[in-house]
């Protein structure tokens, strides 16, 4: 599959589309839970532009409860065989677990998204001996402590500083440079300024890598574009994104995100 994971000289960021198979996803938990559902939705998302499926089945929103390996791997089989075997564009899987990782790649996943920034206990080793893209996000502290508050002044130079390190440490581990993929975390342990701050300047955390803005449906967009709907401010939100330099995008809507990219690089 000839898959790269920066986007082309004169386009647009590519569209990473969001499958939750999560019952209690923040913004659509419940909707795709059965693997016919979810695969039909997959489909759909590449009919209107998307260029990955990002599959998850562990919610990180605030207040969520950790599932159990069996658990996530009960959600995600069914469906990750499935559209590694159907879709050709890359399945990329959204988890923290390196035992989840390594059997989602046995299937046919491509890509690793993780949010805990590959720090869980065998999780680089994985990326690395499997070959796969893996996202590496930011977020300060861990999952039971990163909603409870805000970064400081100099918060930018902090999470660069800590994506460098974090990118480091996955090549010291073995994980190829070019298979980096750095997320600078959006909505975890950030303050709305500090999230907006960040959309809008998504090249200042390349170091060097391909950026994804992961934006889509989240408070800070609902507080940035009041009174406006979540998908069509998220759309623009990830224009904004595009604007500042960020290689991907992961969206819940594919289709009005395309529409909103396209827009932008026809003005």
């Known amino acids: 599959m000839n898959f ?8 647009g960021p590519l569209i990473m589309g969001i499958l939750n198979v999560t019952p209690d996803s923040f913004s659509d938990g419940g909707m795709w839970t059965d693997p016919e559902t979810a695969v039909r939705h997959a489909v759909e998302m590449v009919g209107q532009g998307a260029s990955v499926i990002d599959v998850g089945a562990e919610s990180t929103r605030p207040g969520s ?12 089989r069914p469906v990750v065989r499935r559209l590694a075997s159907e879709l050709d564009i890359p399945v990329s899987v959204d988890t923290m677990k ?13 890509i690793i998204n993780d949010v805990n920034g590959l720090r869980g206990p065998g999780m680089a080793e994985v990326c690395a001996s499997s070959g796969v893209y893996a996202v590496i996000m930011h977020m300060p502290g861990g999952m039971g402590s990163v909603h409870a508050g805000e970064m400081g002044d100099g918060f930018a130079e902090d999470i660069r500083s800590s994506l460098e390190n974090l990118a480091s440490s996955a090549m010291d581990a073995g994980v190829r440079r070019d298979r980096i993929i750095l997320d600078p975390g959006i909505g975890f342990g950030k303050s709305m300024e500090q999230n907006l701050w960040i959309l809008d300047h998504s090249s200042y955390f390349s170091c060097g890598f391909p950026v994804l803005s992961a934006s889509s449906r989240k408070r800070v967009v609902a507080w940035a574009y009041p009174d406006t709907d979540i998908d069509v401010a998220s759309a623009d939100a990830a224009s904004r994104a595009a604007e500042s330099g960020a ?7 594919v289709a009005a995100t395309a529409a909103a990219l396209d827009r932008n690089l026809s003005r």
């Open 4 to 11: 790269s994971p920066r986007r082309p000289p004169g386009g």
């Open 65 to 76: 409860e950790p599932v159990s390996a069996e658990e996530e791997l009960r959600r995600l």
């Open 98 to 110: 390196a035992e989840v990782a390594e059997e989602c790649i046995s299937l046919g996943a491509e």
């Open 247 to 253: 290689d991907m995008v992961r969206v819940h809507n």
